[in-house]
């Protein structure tokens, strides 16, 4: 299974960018889909997820109201919208899979993504 996440770059604070995660190598509409974060010197942190199928999403609350996360089958590919970005939000966003339950703590998740950074400046 191999993740590929790309998408982040710099923007101003108020604004929105998408990141993708492209998956292959197994079913995708089976597995969960979830997004994390990281900064220096922090745990990889919760953002959200995408239960199997689609059929349920979650968000940590600071991210609730501001990012969807979405899947397209067809294209094994999930996204991540963030609107109204705060400099808080700066941080190296990974995408990752598990199969089973929805889970928030990044040691459940089996396969991860390289890494994309998003940087929001003030």
């Known amino acids: 299974v191999q993740l590929q996440a790309f998408g982040g770059g710099l923007v101003q604070a108020g604004g929105s960018l998408r990141l993708s995660c492209a998956v292959s190598?197994?079913?995708?509409?089976?597995?969960?889909m979830a997004w994390f974060r990281q900064t220096p010197g922090k745990e990889r942190e919760f953002v959200a997820a995408?239960?199997?199928?689609?059929?349920?999403?979650y968000y940590a609350d600071s991210v609730k109201g501001r990012f969807t996360i979405s899947r397209d089958s067809p294209k094994n590919t999930v996204y991540l919208q963030m609107n109204s970005l705060k400099p808080e939000d700066t941080a190296i966003y990974y995408c990752?899979?598990?199969?089973?339950?929805?889970?928030?703590?990044?040691?459940?998740?089996?396969?991860w993504g390289q890494g994309t950074l998003v940087t929001v400046s003030s």
């Open positions: 990752a899979t598990k199969f089973g339950r929805t889970e928030v703590s990044a040691q459940e998740y089996t396969y």
């Open positions: 995408s239960a199997w199928g689609g059929s349920s999403t």
């Open positions: 190598g197994r079913t995708f509409s089976t597995y969960v």
